[in-house]
């Protein structure tokens, strides 16, 4: 038994990031499968955090959005 996630959705790009989107059925349940193309690291989100994300306000959600937070580190930031 693989995970080989459903073909993919599709490719969201930009000048700054591209994700591939693919839809996984290994899990509990179906979930949102992204692969970050420029550096292979794979996320999964379940309906939950989708929902989570449209609901965010949008300071918290741009707040996410600095690479600098976690993105470009040796080690996780300590909170």
Same mark, same amino acid.
């Given at each position: 038994?693989?995970?080989? +996630?459903? +073909? ?11 994700? !591939?989107? !693919? ?7 179906? =979930? ?8 292979? =690291? ?14 965010? +306000? #949008? ?7 600095? #690479? !600098?937070?976690? =993105?470009? =580190?040796?080690?996780? +930031?300590?909170?």
């Amino acid at each position: 038994m693989g995970t080989r +996630p459903d +073909p993919e959705i599709g490719t969201v790009a930009s000048e700054f990031a591209a994700v !591939s989107v !693919s839809i996984d059925h290994e899990g509990n349940g179906p =979930r949102l499968r992204l692969e970050d193309l420029s550096g292979g =690291r794979v996320a999964f989100l379940d309906a939950l955090q989708l929902g989570t994300l449209v609901w965010l +306000p #949008p300071e918290q959600l741009t707040a996410l959005l600095d #690479p !600098s937070a976690n =993105r470009w =580190r040796d080690s996780p +930031p300590t909170s």
